[in-house]
Nanobody, 119 residues
Framework: QVQLVESGGGLVQPGGSLRLSCAASGSTFSFYIMAWYRQAPGKQRELVASIANDGSTNYADSVKGRFSMSRDNAKYTAHLQMNSLKSEDTAVYYC?????????????WGQGTQVAVSS
């Protein structure tokens, strides 16, 4: 049973920083993509950032230049460094782990961590 554990959310003032982490466990993985999504009240879940097996990253336009995603393959862990936070970044952030297993993608989700940006 694959499990994702998220950490690092909290309350921060505008302009501040937070670092989210997501760790996968319960199996061994050889080819996977990790991503962060977020969902604000009344809005659809949206992709924030993703990082592929080769380390290449992709960011939503709204966070480019402010957020940075990295991964540690030895620990099946990904981090999202969030700088210059704005009130519109307030949302529940979800870790997504997409594993290539037996010829198909299998998605796993974390429980979500709250990020609140407010003065």
């Amino acid at each position: 049973q694959v499990q994702l554990v998220e950490s690092g959310g909290g309350l921060v003032q505008p302009g501040g920083s937070l670092r989210l982490s997501c760790a996968a466990s319960g199996s061994t993985f050889s080819f996977y993509i990790m991503a962060w999504y977020r969902q604000a009240p009344g809005k659809q879940r949206e992709l924030v950032a993703s990082i592929a097996n080769d380390g290449s990253t992709n960011y939503a336009d709204s966070v480019k230049g402010r957020f940075s995603m990295s991964r540690d393959n030895a620990k099946y862990t990904a981090h999202l460094q969030m700088n210059s936070l704005k009130s519109e970044d307030t949302a529940v952030y979800y870790c997504n782990f997409r594993d290539w297993n037996r010829g198909r993608w299998v998605d796993y989700w974390g429980q979500g961590t709250q990020v609140a940006v407010s003065s």
